[in-house]
C-alpha cells in the first residue's frame, strides 16, 4: 500500500561498479522524479519524466541513465560509480495540475567506496 | 537560472516560542511553493503549500506568506514543540514546468 517505493534502501558497493535503484509509484501519477540529496541535505533534481518522456535532464553526467518502462516506474542505472556519487537519492511524483506537489519515495542511501 | 535562496540554514528556538523560515524565488513564472518537512532519515513530506493567486494560508499552527511582487515566501510555525525538529524545505515551481527548485533547507531546532 506504499505510495512510492524505491529498492534497494541501502547501497554499498566499490568505485567503478555499476548499479540501478528501481522506483515504483502506485498514485496513478503521470511525472516522475530522481532527486539527489547530498550530504549537506542540499536537494536537487536530476531528471524528470512525463508519461514515460524524458522532459527534464539537470546537467546530470551520462553514467546516469534513467529508464521509464511504464507510468508507475522510473528506473536508475548507474554507471562506473565514483565516490562523489555518495548521496540519498529519492524517487518522486507527481499529479498533473496547478500544482506539483511531490511525493516522495523513501530514498536510496548510496555509498561508494 | 531558477533559484530560490532560504534563509536561515539553522534556527534554534525554545518549546513554545515561533519559528519563521524565509524564501525568496527568482523566476516570476512561478506559481506553486510547496513547503516540505524532512525529519532525520526520513523521506521530505509536504506540510503546506500555497498558490499565486492566495496571498496567506494557515493550517493550525503553521501558516505560509507569499509576496509575489518581491518574490518572498515565509513559513510560521507557532507555539512550537520538539516534534517539529527537523529540516524544512521550500521550494517553487511553475504549473507544467516539471522541475521543482529547492532551497537548501533549514534545520529547525527545538529545545524542550
Known amino acids: 500500500d506504499t505510495a512510492v517505493s524505491q529498492t534497494p534502501k541501502y547501497l554499498v558497493t566499490q568505485m567503478g561498479n555499476d548499479k540501478s535503484i528501481k522506483c515504483e509509484q502506485n498514485?496513478?501519477?503521470?511525472?516522475m522524479y530522481w532527486y539527489k540529496q547530498d550530504s549537506k541535505k542540499f536537494l536537487k533534481i536530476m531528471f524528470s519524466?512525463?508519461?514515460?518522456?524524458?522532459?527534464i535532464n539537470e546537467t546530470v553526467p551520462n553514467r546516469f541513465s534513467p529508464k521509464s518502462p511504464d507510468k508507475a516506474h522510473l528506473n536508475l542505472h548507474i554507471n562506473s560509480l565514483e565516490l562523489g556519487d555518495s548521496a540519498v537519492y529519492f524517487c518522486?511524483?507527481?499529479?498533473?495540475?496547478?500544482?506539483?506537489?511531490?511525493?516522495f519515495g523513501p530514498g536510496t542511501r548510496l555509498l561508494v567506496l | 537560472g531558477e533559484n530560490v535562496e532560504q534563509h536561515p540554514s539553522t534556527l534554534s528556538v525554545q518549546e513554545g516560542d515561533s519559528a519563521v523560515i524565509k524564501c525568496t524565488y527568482s523566476d516570476s513564472a512561478s506559481n506553486y511553493f510547496p513547503w516540505y518537512k524532512q525529519e532525520l532519515g526520513k523521506r521530505p513530506q509536504l506540510i503546506i503549500d500555497?498558490?499565486?493567486?492566495?496571498g496567506e494560508k494557515k493550517d493550525q499552527r503553521i501558516a505560509v506568506t507569499l509576496n509575489k511582487t518581491a518574490k518572498h515566501f515565509s513559513l510560521h510555525i507557532t507555539e512550537t514543540q520538539p516534534e517539529d525538529s527537523a529540516v524544512y524545505f521550500c521550494?517553487?515551481?511553475?504549473?507544467?514546468?516539471?522541475?521543482?527548485?529547492f532551497g537548501a533547507g533549514t534545520r529547525l531546532f527545538v529545545k524542550a
Open positions: 518522486a511524483s507527481s499529479p498533473p495540475g496547478i500544482g506539483e506537489t511531490q511525493y
Open positions: 519524466y512525463n508519461n514515460k518522456e524524458l522532459i
Open positions: 521550494a517553487a515551481s511553475t504549473t507544467g514546468g516539471f522541475k521543482t527548485i
Open positions: 498514485l496513478g501519477h503521470d511525472t
Open positions: 500555497i498558490r499565486s493567486n492566495v
